[in-house]
């Protein structure tokens, strides 16, 4: 595919517009001397720079973001990374089950004919000596991974109590919550609960997430209870879904909405996270 073997992303997207016949468009030129801006959404400066209009920078918008960063990815689909879960959480009757997903943890045993040789008489001091300290390597090895099991299926289980209302109802419902609060309740430290959750995953009712997806910063309501910043950024994403595409929503407009509903967002915070979820601004929404 056009892009295959590029140096950097920079030559990768421009030899796919050479291919579209986008050889002098203002694609090309945002490529070539702005991609850092386009990345960080600054199309007013890209504007300025390069004296474009409005309509020229839309249109060179849609013909980037239908360029491929990775075009091998296709050919290689097969080989893509597999999450596996560490956790299973499953619902029987009314209530969360938490469970290991022993297929993700190594199994670990100490060879019994290393046991016998210490038993018997065929070897030396020194050589006893070395089997004793490869032995205690083993056990404390063994025990490090049942300590480790036994943290991830408490931390879990806090977990699913604290957001009972996210294995019910979806990401919309889940609750602000901090490392500390976990460490808190467990007894733990929190660098103890960051490395738990550092790269593991749990199977959900609501698909795979990463142990660290369920905590959160919070957002304060007028109702004086607080709100995850995820709750409020699913919200700002299906607010926007759902505007008039010929008059897409502002920030402001959409801060406005969240406060009637009881956010309290002020409209450089819905910028952030609008943003961090890579959505483009009203007027690079609004459709030609």
Request: charged share 30%; aromatic share 6%.
């Amino acid at each position: 595919p056009p892009g295959v073997g590029a140096r950097d992303l920079r030559e990768c997207l421009a030899i796919q517009l050479r291919e579209l016949g986008e050889k002098d468009s203002p694609a090309m030129k945002i490529v070539q001397f702005h991609l850092d801006d386009l990345k960080r959404h600054r199309y007013r400066k890209i504007a300025e720079s390069l004296k474009l209009t409005e309509e020229e920078i839309r249109k060179a918008f849609k013909i980037i973001s239908g360029l491929t960063p990775r075009p091998g990815a296709a050919s290689f689909g097969s080989e893509a990374r597999q999450i596996t879960p560490d956790l299973i959480v499953e619902k029987m009757d009314d209530e969360y089950v938490v469970m290991l997903n022993d297929k993700s943890i190594p199994t670990v045993r100490i060879n019994p004919v290393y046991l016998s040789l210490l038993k018997g008489s065929k070897i030396s001091e020194e050589e006893r000596k070395y089997v004793l300290e490869r032995l205690n390597s083993a056990r404390w090895l063994i025990s490090a991974i049942d300590q480790r099991r036994s943290t991830m299926l408490r931390l879990m289980r806090f977990i699913v109590d604290r957001q009972r209302d996210f294995f019910d109802h979806g990401v919309s419902s889940l609750k602000p919550m901090v490392l500390q609060d976990a460490a808190d309740a467990l007894q733990l430290h929190p660098s103890t609960i960051s490395r738990v959750t550092n790269g593991k995953y749990v199977q959900t009712p609501h698909g795979i997430f990463e142990l660290k997806y369920f905590f959160d910063s919070k957002i304060d309501s007028t109702s004086g209870q607080s709100v995850s910043a995820k709750t409020v950024m699913e919200r700002i994403k299906r607010l926007i879904e759902t505007e008039d595409p010929q008059n897409p929503l502002s920030d402001q407009q959409v801060a406005e909405l969240l406060n009637k509903e009881g956010f309290n967002i002020a409209r450089r915070t819905v910028s952030k996270y609008r943003n961090r979820m890579r959505i483009p601004s009203a007027a690079y929404r609004k459709k030609l």
